[in-house]
């Protein structure tokens, strides 16, 4: 147990659908991050929130929208995915502002999308 | 920029064998180091870190070594166990700036009894 929580674990979903990754985190942190991890590629940066604003989308699709309410919940609007976009959703947090600060990461969400 | 470079694998190792993961970093400044562990299925957990030069990092019975002059950061473990099984990450993170860290794109490690 990291305090950091993901769900759903598993989802799948057809190219039309519209569901939402949620992540919450418990442990005070101000900073939270989405990562893409698919088979046989590194893993992926897809967007940081640092005190709830974001302050980096590396060039993600506008099929995914990501939502921060407040600074311990974090969530991943998806609607009208690819078969690529099948892959494991980790999230991720970490109080920064503070030297060397690393991250905690959630157990990830396992997405296909069919 | 900022990169990681680790060693492909896959790594396939007999149990109590010696393991080294290597790792070496481009950064600017001085940055700080970090091991990730993956076991099947789950998320990323850290292993050890470490934060200025010379400095080693150690944890469950895995050692890095902080080295500035070689820029490398290689993971050592002198007898691995089935449990050991896991994708391993090695991870930079620089002061300031952009507070995000890189990875590198993982070895995986396989333990046969």
């Known amino acids: 147990e990291t305090g950091v929580t993901q769900t759903p674990r598993h989802l799948v979903m057809g190219m039309t659908n519209k569901k939402s990754l949620k992540c919450e985190q418990h442990?005070?942190?101000?900073?939270m991050y989405w990562y893409k991890q698919s088979a046989k590629k590194p893993l992926e940066l897809m967007f940081v929130?640092?005190?709830?604003?974001?302050?980096e989308n590396n060039s993600v699709p506008s099929r995914f929208s990501p939502e921060c309410p407040n600074s311990s919940h974090l969530f991943l609007h998806l609607h009208t995915l690819q078969p690529e976009d099948s892959a494991l959703y980790l999230c991720?947090?970490?109080?920064?502002?503070?030297?060397?600060?690393?991250?905690?990461f959630g157990q990830g969400t396992r997405l296909t999308v069919v | 920029g900022n990169s990681v470079t680790q060693m492909e694998g896959p790594v396939t190792l007999s149990e109590e064998a010696f393991l080294t993961i290597n790792c070496t970093y481009t950064?600017?400044?001085?940055?700080?180091l970090f091991w990730y562990v993956q076991y099947p299925g789950e998320g990323l957990q850290l292993l050890l870190k470490?934060?200025?030069?010379?400095d080693k990092g150690s944890n469950k019975g895995f050692e890095a070594t902080y080295r500035k002059e070689t820029t490398s950061f290689h993971l050592e473990k002198g007898s691995v166990q089935v449990s050991d099984s896991a994708v391993y990450f090695c991870?930079?993170?620089?002061?300031?700036?952009?507070?995000?860290?890189?990875f590198g794109k993982g070895t995986k490690l396989t333990v046969n009894p």
């Open positions: 470490a934060t200025k030069a010379d």
């Open positions: 991720a947090s970490s109080q920064e502002s503070t030297e060397f600060a690393e991250a905690f």
């Open positions: 442990l005070g942190h101000n900073a």
């Open positions: 991870a930079l993170k620089t002061q300031g700036g952009s507070e995000k860290l890189v």
């Open positions: 950064a600017t400044g001085y940055p700080s």
């Open positions: 929130y640092n005190f709830k604003e974001q302050t």
